[in-house]
């Protein structure tokens, strides 16, 4: 049974259709004579292939589930027989409408137009990645259907037909292959339909985006669980080398900064939220743009850029992923600062960061 997972919105509407291995119970399996196993390297990878070949042709152009045995395994075949035999046992013609109704479903699901990708053999078993331009009857059918539900969707919401992009799949799969008395069969088969109305051109944007968060996690979590570093407050800002010569808390905003003219030379301005001012002996965690505990926080980063007079600013929300960790101690009853100290790694692409201690002057 397929899986589906509805469509969130357009203009970027995906939908998962996940095939599941299609197990010895699809399958009655005899002996099969064939060609003897040819040599190693790329003369074994062809002959894989194109047995596996033969064998998808065959289902597609199969009238019943007796001409796919010769293609599988001892062990499918004996379990087919068992189903077979429970089927048989059954009154009147339950059992043969059985076998007739796995056999019509086995063919809608059967994927069309299909391209080995590659050929991975390891002694005497191999894996074949598979490829196809649809995902069978069946599965078309239902692709079809969303896509038919998304255009309603759409047109309830005053969307006008011609701005709704049509709905396109891509179907893969994984095969694996056994050699069996010198005659490679066909076991097991995974399939997996994505269905879209993205563009190739918009996918691979998505896919690149998502590659780029994922290298940002790996740089911006472990500022949470980060040791502090026992040296003053640095880092780097935009790919400046960034040193805190000053720092200050107002309104629960601490700003560490470097540069002593109005405008910083470079400069991290942290929202602080859910201490209400109460900032002696508090943590702030946050890891991928998530608090860790109460309190949370929105970066600000500011720079000058050669040449420039105004500082240039990115903002950072929570969902932009960065990480820090920051702790605060007592205040010093005589100067009144506040120390403290700060792991923090940016999702920019120059991985701007800031790390070890400071002393804030709390206005």
Request: charge should be positive; charged fraction near 25%; proline fraction near 6%.
């Amino acid at each position: 049974m397929r899986k589906y997972s509805q469509p969130e919105s357009e203009p970027s509407l995906k939908v998962k259709l996940a095939r599941p291995l299609i197990t010895a119970a699809f399958f009655l399996a005899i002996s099969y004579c064939a060609s003897p196993a040819v040599a190693q390297g790329e003369k074994t990878e062809t002959l894989i292939k194109d047995r596996y070949l033969l064998y998808h042709q065959t289902v597609l152009q199969a009238n019943s589930l007796d001409e796919l045995m010769p293609f599988r395994p001892s062990k499918i075949q004996a379990d087919m027989e068992k189903k077979k035999a429970e089927a048989q046992a059954k009154e009147g013609d339950v059992g043969k409408k059985m076998m007739s109704a796995m056999f019509s479903m086995i063919k809608s699901m059967e994927p069309r137009n299909v391209t080995v990708t590659a050929v991975a053999v390891k002694g005497d078993t191999a894996e074949l990645t598979v490829s196809a331009s649809d995902a069978g009857e069946f599965p078309d059918a239902m692709s079809k259907g969303f896509g038919n539900m998304a255009s309603t969707v759409s047109a309830g919401l005053g969307v006008k037909p011609g701005a709704i992009k049509p709905m396109r799949s891509t179907t893969t799969g994984k095969i694996t292959m056994v050699k069996e008395d010198g005659n490679w069969m066909v076991g097991e088969e995974s399939w997996s339909t994505n269905v879209t109305n993205l563009t190739p051109a918009q996918e691979a944007k998505q896919k690149a985006e998502a590659a780029q968060k994922k290298s940002h996690s790996s740089w911006c979590a472990p500022a949470a669980s980060m040791a502090f570093p026992q040296k003053p407050a640095a880092g780097r800002i935009h790919g400046q080398a960034f040193i805190v010569e000053n720092a200050e808390i107002t309104n629960d905003i601490l700003t560490i900064r470097q540069g002593r003219d109005f405008f910083a030379d470079r400069e991290f301005m942290i929202f602080l939220f859910g201490l209400d001012g109460k900032l002696e002996g508090q943590q702030i965690i946050v890891k991928d743009g998530a608090p860790v505990g109460k309190a949370s926080c929105h970066v600000h980063m500011k720079w000058l850029a050669p040449g420039k007079s105004l500082p240039e600013t990115s903002m950072f929300m929570p969902m932009d992923g960065y990480g820090i960790r920051i702790a605060f101690g007592k205040r010093d009853p005589k100067t009144g600062m506040l120390p403290g100290y700060i792991v923090l790694r940016m999702p920019d692409k120059e991985q701007s960061f800031v790390q070890g201690y400071f002393y804030a002057k709390q206005k």
